[in-house]
């Protein structure tokens, strides 16, 4: 099943900002609820970031760098989301600030923006957020953010790879990245993002492939 970016944009506008009632009891676990509702803003920023890159590598004729920031958008959505809900379980409030600022530089800068925080991610706030999480045992906190740093760390070597060619090789980054067949698979339930989809089930939360979503190649 194809997601298209219209539906795609739709349904990532409800899950990262529409507003959903919740407890008024202290939270259960203050750790784990202050560091999910810092990586639910995270994820929220990040997820407006690559939108609008993609928009502007849509202005710019990047077709598949279009695509490949729209993947990134879909599968952050999906963390939002799944932290959103922990946060509910845990009676905890969410508080959504406004609408934060992006800010957009030509397809290179934001490509080179867009990897150095995948890769902080990877490399820090991640593992960081699960340890200090860990000793409150809240399972379903811990599963959700264990799941969202594998999904990150998939394309660890990729991202390596594209980091090193978004300064002067930028061009024959580019070039290699626009004649590159390529289609996004995304987990609708843990957000793993894949080149191909899987045989039986997600590697990450395993979920049945039928989990998987290909998002739409832009026009």
């Not at 379980?89 to 600030?97: C, F, P, Q, T, Y």
């Not at 300064?167 to 339930?189: D, H, N, Y």
Request: hydrophobic share 35%.
């Amino acid at each position: 099943m194809l997601v298209n970016r219209r539906d795609f944009l739709l349904f990532s506008s409800l899950v990262v900002f529409q507003r959903v009632p919740f407890a008024n009891a202290q939270p259960r676990h203050p750790e784990t609820t202050f560091g999910l509702q810092r990586a639910y803003q995270g994820e929220i920023q990040a997820h407006l970031n690559y939108l609008a890159y993609a928009e502007k590598a849509k202005s710019e004729n990047h077709v598949n760098m279009t695509y490949f920031f729209f993947s990134l958008a879909a599968s952050e959505a999906i963390h939002a989301r799944n932290f959103k809900q922990i946060l509910f379980d845990l009676g905890a409030e969410v508080k959504d600030s406004p609408r934060p600022e992006v800010k957009i530089l030509s397809t290179q800068g934001n490509l080179k923006a867009a990897l150095d925080f995948e890769l902080e991610d990877i490399e820090r706030r991640y593992p960081e957020l699960l340890e200090k999480i860990k000793p409150e045992k809240n399972e379903a906190a811990i599963r959700n953010v264990r799941n969202a740093w594998e999904s990150e760390k998939q394309h660890r070597d990729l991202i390596h790879q594209m980091q090193r060619g978004t300064g002067l090789f930028f061009g024959m980054l580019a070039k290699k990245i626009e004649t590159t067949p390529v289609r996004s698979f995304v987990c609708q339930v843990c957000g793993s993002t894949l080149f191909e989809l899987p045989k039986d089930a997600c590697p990450i939360c395993n979920s049945p492939s039928s989990s998987y979503k290909e998002l739409e190649k832009p026009k």
